[in-house]
């Protein structure tokens, strides 16, 4: 059974850093992609990045790019998203999803993912 468990989040202040870890388990990530989705209250959920399993391939929504950073540590079966410079407007609740076989990305829309992690609050305020 495919699974994601999310951890990290919390409350920082702009300007600060945090890393958000989605463990994986009933799936090596050879074939997958996964990728980070934000929520904020009132509105929909994005994507904002995501890691090809197979070869690394990383893609980052223009307002995340240059802050935050994907990755993947395939011993720990976990992708990572590190998030720095932070700014309220980041304040949301994180997802992380999966998928088999989605081939060259970009992949930022809700509909091409299969699986997903049950949500981490993140919270930019001083």
């Known amino acids: 059974e495919v699974q994601l468990v999310q951890s990290g989040g919390g409350l920082v202040q702009p300007g600060g850093s945090l890393r958000l870890s989605c463990v994986a388990s009933g799936f090596s990530f050879d074939g997958y992609t996964i990728g980070w989705f934000r929520q904020a209250p009132g509105t929909e959920r994005d994507g904002i990045s995501c890691?090809?399993?197979?070869?690394?391939?990383?893609h980052y929504a223009h307002d995340v790019k240059g802050r935050f950073t994907i990755s993947i540590d395939n011993a720990k079966n976990t992708v990572y998203l590190q998030l720095n410079d932070l700014k309220p407007e980041d304040t949301a609740v994180y997802y992380c999803a999966t998928s088999y076989s989605l081939g060259a990305g970009p992949h930022f829309m809700i509909y091409e993912y299969d699986y997903w992690g049950q949500g981490t609050q993140v919270t930019v305020s001083s």
């Open positions: 890691i090809k399993g197979s070869d690394g391939t990383k």
